[in-house]
């Protein structure tokens, strides 16, 4: 009974579920909407919630066998697509024309093979048109898709299949897309099976539709031909749609087609019609016209100025140069210059100027006051570092990382002037120099300009490396120094003259008379020791008479010198080791010095004294400070009494004490008679004096004395064996060890004795 009551329901259930699926199939053909829901699965719902589970799996099993029946599957007619071409153009020109052809090939029995159950199925029904057009069958739309730089030509149609007469098959053509209309045999279901079969029977591959289109596309050089090659395609696809069923109800049916995606260029790029593509390194060393000017003044002869002059020192860059040698790259490319790409632009030149001692900036070289005349804003100064007598300037290329073909770096090099200038801080004769002295300024330029060229046409690439090297024009070549980048200045002679040495005098350390040069320096534990600093100070005294030479005027009395800026300074130290110390108060004194010294000062820190000492009587003439001088011995002492060893010190151990001395004499001196001035600066530093060399280390030129203090003489007791002694452990050890061996061998001999 219970059975018998679900069979109503079902029924009714299984109604609606078949007119929601025949709604909504009609519908969604109407109006094709990107996404097909079902809801035939709701009277399925609904039936389980008021009948129960068991009317729900009914006619949930039912569900599937309704909806697919207008499931289709895909035309696969992808794989009968092809295309073919060749390329015209003449060999090397670079300009070449892909003719191709685009070919669908179809053995369409195999292509509607999934239409056989419908064939027979629906025999004495048509295949009408799935828009709905009375009386007019159902056909096979299929569209190709060219990329927009295709040029097409005129499509051909043709069909040896009965299945798709040949004469009735359409084209349309819609911009570069091209859409074929293939309709079937005016034929029902049972007719079309008939041509079907007969294909079949003739073997598919000899009853076919062919459709083709051809089609051009020209490209100028090979990076466009690789373009077209690599990323131009063909896409075409299709689909067919039916009706079928009674004329209350009929189902839409539609089959997509597979798409087929081909390239639209075969090896277009590598026909002999293009050039291919090849990389060279270009490293090139060009030389640079460049200059030195003072003002504006090219100075072949020195030029001669006043001492307070400011000297305006101008380094001149040729850079037409560099513009000649763009214009020499960019022939070496086939190509325009606005068709070779830029990358990996770098440009960087730099400039110096060096000045002679004598002559020094008034301003230390900054981006501040150093400018780039010439450049017409593309190259723009980047960088300046210096000194008083050095500028190092460099300039570059401005916004080169948006320069990114020839045609831009070539127009930012051709709109410098000729001549660039870089123009540092104005230059001065300083108290270094000496009137009638010639001063030579040097001057460099150097630069290179790198990137790599890639040809937009060929795809050649140039990795050119262009190194500049300034060197001195002809015309501007100074007389003095003609190869070097250079130019001579001076003021008139007798005015002012500076004298400047470093000199380094032999010193030595002594204690007494003993250099400790043969041997380490043997003291006691107890000693306090005194330490002699030696200075020759011969050479210093010489010196008195080349600065009072550097006047020019024989026989000058040295009272008629007044000295100015005057300053004259001996400091001597001495540095103990660690296990030695000064006592609290030790007492300092200056020997052979003839009381022309006196000391300023004595100061320790740590482990070290330094003492300074200056003239002892006040300097006011040349007269003075020679008496000074020369009236101190050659050889000058400072001793410093008051050192001995501290509770660290071990004996027999050596111990090394370091000293040094430095000394400056400077002043200005003038002439009272001339007006003549020699401004000098004498200054020393010691090195040890080879032959009171320490015994340790005699090589060195380090001033330093080693000693060390005996230890004590010990009483020899006589040796009393004590208990615990271990001094003869090891023999003992050594004494139990051979014992115990002798033993085992015994033993070992007497077992195997036993045995025989």
């Known amino acids: 009974m219970n059975k018998r009551s679900n069979i109503a329901p079902i029924a009714i259930f299984f109604a609606v579920m078949l007119v929601i699926h025949f709604l909504t199939s009609l519908l969604f053909n109407l109006f094709p909407f990107p996404i097909k829901p079902t809801i035939v699965h709701i009277p399925v719902i609904i039936a389980s919630i008021i009948y129960g589970p068991r009317v729900g799996v009914t006619l949930g099993f039912l569900m599937p066998n309704m909806t697919v029946v207008n499931a289709a599957s895909t035309l696969q007619i992808a794989q009968y697509i092809s295309n073919s071409g060749s390329v015209s153009g003449a060999t090397g020109s670079n300009n070449g024309i892909y003719n191709g052809t685009w070919i669908a090939d179809v053995p369409i029995a195999n292509v509607i093979s999934e239409l056989a159950p419908y064939m027979t199925t629906y025999g004495s029904a048509y295949p009408w048109n799935i828009d709905g057009t009375a009386g007019k069958v159902a056909s096979i739309k299929y569209s190709v898709t060219f990329p927009n730089e295709v040029t097409l030509g005129t499509p051909t149609t043709a069909s040896t299949s009965a299945i798709i007469p040949g004469t009735t098959i359409t084209y349309s053509i819609s911009g570069n897309v091209v859409t074929f209309d293939l309709p079937l045999a005016q034929q029902n279901w049972a007719g079309i099976n008939t041509l079907y079969q007969s294909d079949v029977a003739a073997g ?18 090979y990076v466009a031909a690789n373009a077209i090659d690599q990323n131009l395609k063909i896409t075409s696809t299709g689909s067919f749609g039916f009706i079928t069923g009674s004329s209350f109800f009929r189902i839409p049916t539609e089959f997509q087609a597979d798409t087929a995606t081909i390239s639209l260029t075969n090896s277009f790029a590598t026909s002999d019609v293009f050039e291919q593509p090849t990389v060279t390194n270009s490293n090139v060393t060009v030389d640079v016209d460049a200059d030195l000017l003072i003002d504006n003044n090219t100075a072949n002869n020195a030029v001669t100025k006043q001492k307070t002059d400011d000297l305006n020192f101008v380094g001149l860059f040729h850079a037409k140069t560099i513009k000649d040698q763009m214009a020499a790259i960019e022939a070496s490319y086939a190509a325009a210059a606005n068709q070779i790409s830029l990358a990996n632009l770098n440009t960087s030149f730099t400039a110096t100027i060096t000045l002679p001692t004598g002559l020094s900036f008034k301003d230390v070289p900054s981006l501040a006051n150093t400018t780039l005349e010439g450049a017409n804003g593309s190259f723009v100064i980047s960088n300046v570092t210096g000194n008083i007598q050095s500028a190092t300037v460099t300039f570059e290329l401005a916004n080169a990382a948006n320069i990114t073909n020839f045609t831009d770096l070539k127009n930012a090099v051709n709109a410098v002037a000729d001549d660039m200038k870089i123009k540092v801080p104005a230059a001065k004769f300083d108290a270094r120099s000496v009137g009638g002295g010639n001063y030579e300024v040097i001057g460099t330029v150097n630069g290179n300009l790198t990137a790599t060229a890639t040809s937009n046409v060929s795809g050649s690439t140039i990795n050119f490396d262009l ?149 002892a009587a006040p300097v006011t003439t040349f007269a003075e400070l020679k008496d000074a001088v020369l009236g101190m011995e050659d050889t000058m002492e400072v001793v410093v009494d008051g050192v001995h060893f501290n509770s660290t010190a071990r004996p027999n151990t050596n111990y090394t004490v370091a000293g040094s001395m430095t000394g400056a004499l400077m002043a200005k001196a ?70 115990l061996a002798g033993f085992g061998f015994a033993v070992v001999k007497r077992f195997k004795s036993n045995k025989q």
């Not at 001579?488 to 032999?506: C, F, H, I, Q």
């Open 204 to 221: 598919t591959q000899n009853r076919k539709v062919t459709l083709t289109i051809p089609y051009s596309i020209n490209a100028n050089g």
């Open 467 to 615: 190194k500049l090297i300034g060197k001195q024009m002809a015309a501007g070549a100074s007389d003095n120094n003609p190869s070097a980048i250079a130019l001579t200045v001076n003021y008139p002679a007798p005015l002012e003259r500076s004298y400047e040495e470093v000199m380094t005098l032999p010193g030595d350390i002594l204690v007494g008379n003993e250099t400790q040069h043969n041997a380490v320096y043997e003291t006691t534990r107890d000693a306090n020791l005194a330490f002699t600093g030696s200075l020759d100070v011969s050479s210093v005294k010489s010196k008195m008479s080349e600065i009072e030479n550097a006047f020019n005027r024989a026989n000058v009395d040295p009272t008629t010198i007044a000295l100015t800026d005057y300053s004259a300074t001996f400091t001597a130290s001495l540095t103990l080791p660690s296990e030695m110390n000064f006592d609290t108060n030790p007492t300092v004194s200056l020997l052979h010095d003839n009381g022309k010294y006196r000391i300023v000062s004595q100061t320790i820190y740590g482990n070290t004294i330094a003492v300074t000492m200056t003239v």
């Open 670 to 739: 003038t002439d009272g008679a001339t007006g003549n001035a020699v401004t000098f600066a004498l200054k020393w530093d010691a090195e040890q004096l080879p032959s009171g060399a320490d015994s340790t280390n005699p090589t060195s030129n380090e001033i330093t004395f080693t000693l060390k203090y005996l230890a004590a003489p010990e009483t020899v007791k006589p040796a009393t064996p004590k208990t615990g002694d271990n001094s003869h452990l090891p023999i003992y050890i050594g004494a139990v060890i051979i014992t």
